[in-house]
């Protein structure tokens, strides 16, 4: 019956009207799981499906009625290891679990496996796993996206339901683009980081991937509100997102920038473009092209600042409190080698970019600089919004490229450049599917305000409707 191609509330809806039973939801994913992870390889650890079924059966009367989804892997659950696709955290097992897996399991749902990412979350091709790479169910020559690209691979590919990700510069949007499916970044604070593994905590928030903006809306619903254990979590009261969701943007006005206009595209992307502003002024809203000249500014900003948090929170790994332990004559030689062993390239490439941008005597030329500019980039969106309601443009600058294509670092963080200025201005956005490019998923993003969740879902879902 395909059940696992479902959204989840659809799911929840047909088991409430016993019009299908749970065994088929969960028989129909571990055929697809069978069928298609060897190849796509979006999972790292997978539940047992006895375990699975038993939980379901007890969470049968729940909200969640014993639901699976499919959790990245640097985001702590108690049942399976938490590696953040690195060699260091091979074998490594949380005490605790994140409160977003936690909040999802209270509301009866179960953790059905947990997702390939590039390590420590630092990447957008999902290439970075010490685990191998993650491919694209659209085209398994090409990068499902990262770093959240098992997540969103597993959505795409009907082996998952829906997916928990995260998103420090674009790691929920940017695969979700790719992959054809939804990819939501809460608010800075929104959701609690607690049991979120830190990459760069001023930036890091767990973000959904799902088959449609419904299923964000209610994975958000669950996953959402303050957290007395993340002291930046924001202290707003949990609220159902799902019931707010008013597909109406009829006088609103939408503004493009034009700095998120992947022109180098050529044609078709371009034509894209312009059918989703048709596509807002057929809804009764109306396009203003505006510009964001700090657009170009986020991309340095966004790797100091991101870098510098990086080199600070992964001094932890020491080879003593973790996994992997190298061998060395005294303490300094030991942590060196575990840290020389454990760490890959790209990781210890952003280790050292934010060590330099701290040092004593660089601090302010650019650690200090970038914060300045970071607030800059975030004026610039809270000015954009005085005049319009939400900023539409693409995800991505380009569809899903070539397993191995990118191997300049550089030509990999300029997959981010749409991404990453909402990121570092704390704002919510939106990717949706906006069509194809080259055959392959182009992702339309939606940023709003700060805590306009449930008006940017609303437009989202009613730009998914008219589009689909
Ligand atoms: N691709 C960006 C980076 O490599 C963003 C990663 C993320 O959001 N986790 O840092």
Not at 181 to 206: K, Q
Not at 214 to 227: E, K, Q, T
Request: a negative charge.
């Amino acid at each position: 019956m395909d059940l696992n191609e479902r959204p989840v509330h659809e799911l929840l809806e047909l088991l409430a009207q016993g019009a299908i039973r749970l065994e088929e939801v969960l028989a129909d994913l571990e055929a697809a799981i069978r069928a298609r992870d060897q190849e796509v390889h979006a999972y790292l650890a997978l539940a047992e499906q006895e375990e699975l079924l038993r939980d379901a059966y007890a969470k049968s009367q729940t909200l969640l009625r014993g639901l699976p989804i499919a959790v990245k892997g640097n985001i702590c659950t108690l049942e399976f290891p938490t590696t953040c696709g690195s060699r260091l955290l091979e074998q490594y097992r949380s005490p605790y679990e994140a409160t977003a897996v936690r909040r999802w399991k209270e509301a009866g749902g179960t953790v059905g496996g947990i997702t390939n990412l590039d390590e420590f979350a630092m990447g957008s091709s999902t290439e970075h796993s010490a685990f191998g790479p993650t491919r694209n169910p659209w085209d398994l020559g090409r990068v499902p996206g990262g770093s959240s690209g098992g997540s969103a691979a597993a959505v795409a590919a009907g082996t998952a339901l829906a997916a928990l990700g995260s998103d420090t510069g674009g790691s929920v949007r940017q695969p979700a683009a790719l992959c054809g499916v939804v990819g939501l970044r809460p608010t800075y604070g929104l959701v609690s980081r607690f049991g979120l593994v830190s990459f760069a905590s001023s930036l890091d928030i767990i973000g959904t991937l799902t088959r449609d903006v419904r299923d964000a809306a209610l994975l958000l619903s669950i996953i959402a509100g303050g957290d007395p254990q993340d002291s930046t979590s924001l202290p707003v009261p949990v609220q159902d997102y799902t019931s707010q969701l008013r597909p109406d943007i009829r006088g609103l006005t939408v503004g493009v920038p034009k700095e998120y206009v992947p022109g180098q595209l050529g044609a078709e992307a371009l034509a894209l473009v312009d059918r989703w502003k048709a596509v807002v002024e057929e809804l009764g809203g109306r396009v203003e092209e505006i510009t964001l000249p700090l657009t170009e500014y986020a991309l340095p900003t966004y790797y100091l600042v991101a870098s510098a948090e990086a080199s600070a929170n992964l001094a932890r790994y020491d080879g003593v409190r973790y996994t992997l332990r190298g061998v060395g004559r005294g303490a300094a030689e030991m942590i060196a080698a575990s840290r020389t062993l454990g760490f890959g390239p790209e990781v210890k490439r952003r280790i050292m970019l934010g060590t330099y941008a701290l040092s004593a005597g660089f601090f302010a030329r650019y650690y200090g600089k970038a914060q300045k500019v970071r607030t800059l980039i975030a004026q610039e969106f809270t000015q954009a919004f005085t005049r319009v309601d939400f900023i539409l443009g693409a995800t991505a600058p380009s569809p899903a490229f070539r397993v191995g294509e990118k191997v300049d670092p550089l030509a990999m963080y300029l997959s981010d450049i749409f991404t990453l200025p909402s990121a570092l201005a704390a704002l919510p956005a939106v990717s949706i599917p906006g069509g194809k490019v080259g055959g392959l998923p182009f992702g339309l993003q939606l940023i709003g305000p700060r805590l306009s969740e449930a008006r940017l879902l609303s437009w989202a879902l009613a730009l998914e409707e008219a589009l689909s």
